[in-house]
């Protein structure tokens, strides 16, 4: 029976991108490829953690909730992502919205187009990680990215990835910075296809 290492199944509201707001089921696999300064999901990292489940008994706990929209997030869930694609033609079936969330450093085209919306990040140079350039041209309309901004540098990354970008980025401040402050690069650069955020979740003190 094939199984995937889950962190958690839980129903929640939608704190970043295009959705924010949305209450939404969130799928977290377990395992991560990258190392983030600013993690905040530290205990996803390791692959063998969290515990196997079945697909029946991961979509028999979806449905417990009653809701219509599934976020898969991680860790990395493309680092399962055979698995997962089985997963997700299951829960397709099913007529289940789903937003596949996923660090930027991989690029899986079947999955890629299987879901509603691709919402990748974009690591910029305060993670001390780097996604593939690659995750820029396999993003669609539909799709979004997103990239967190602690300082001017990240801020001058997010402008030249924003300019090689066919759909909206959401700009995160985190730590020290001030919202205000990235709205004003934003403004004064004037930069279209972006959106200034908060991570609503973390505000709402929820997961
Ligand atoms: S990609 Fe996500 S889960 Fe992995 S280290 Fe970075 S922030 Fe944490």
């Known amino acids: 029976m094939e199984e995937l290492q889950v962190n958690d199944i839980f129903y929640s509201i939608q704190g970043e991108g295009k959705y924010l707001g949305e209450p939404q089921m969130f799928l977290r696999l377990q395992g991560c490829n990258f190392r983030c300064k600013w993690c905040d999901t530290r205990e996803a990292w390791d692959?063998?953690?969290?515990?196997?489940?079945?697909?029946?008994?991961?979509?028999?706990?979806?449905?417990?909730?009653?809701?219509?929209?599934?976020?898969?997030?991680?860790?990395?869930?493309?680092?399962?992502?055979?698995?997962?694609?089985?997963?997700?033609?299951?829960?397709?079936?099913?007529?289940?919205?789903?937003?596949?969330?996923?660090?930027?450093?991989?690029?899986?085209?079947?999955?890629?187009?299987?879901?509603?919306?691709?919402?990748?990040?974009?690591?910029?140079?305060?993670?001390?990680?780097?996604?593939?350039?690659?995750?820029?041209?396999?993003?669609?309309?539909?799709?979004?990215?997103?990239?967190?901004?602690?300082?001017?540098?990240?801020?001058?990354?997010?402008?030249?990835?924003?300019k090689r970008c066919q759909c909206i980025c959401y700009l995160q401040p985190v730590g020290g910075i001030n919202v205000k402050q990235v709205a004003n690069w934003v403004l004064n650069d004037q930069l279209e296809n972006v959106r200034v955020t908060l991570q609503l979740h973390k505000l709402m003190g929820m997961k």
Not at 89 to 102: A, C, F, G, H, W
Not at 123 to 137: C, E
Request: glycine share 6%; hydrophobic share 35%; charged share 30%.
């Open 47 to 162: 692959g063998d953690g969290g515990v196997s489940m079945g697909m029946d008994k991961i979509i028999d706990k979806l449905k417990r909730f009653n809701c219509s929209r599934i976020c898969v997030t991680g860790g990395e869930p493309l680092l399962q992502s055979d698995k997962l694609l089985h997963l997700l033609e299951q829960l397709k079936e099913l007529n289940y919205s789903i937003v596949l969330e996923t660090n930027g450093s991989m690029v899986d085209k079947e999955i890629f187009s299987l879901v509603d919306c691709v919402s990748a990040d974009m690591k910029p140079p305060s993670s001390g990680m780097k996604s593939t350039d690659k995750i820029l041209s396999s993003l669609k309309h539909k799709d979004q990215l997103k990239i967190i901004v602690e300082d001017k540098t990240d801020f001058d990354f997010a402008k030249d990835v924003i």
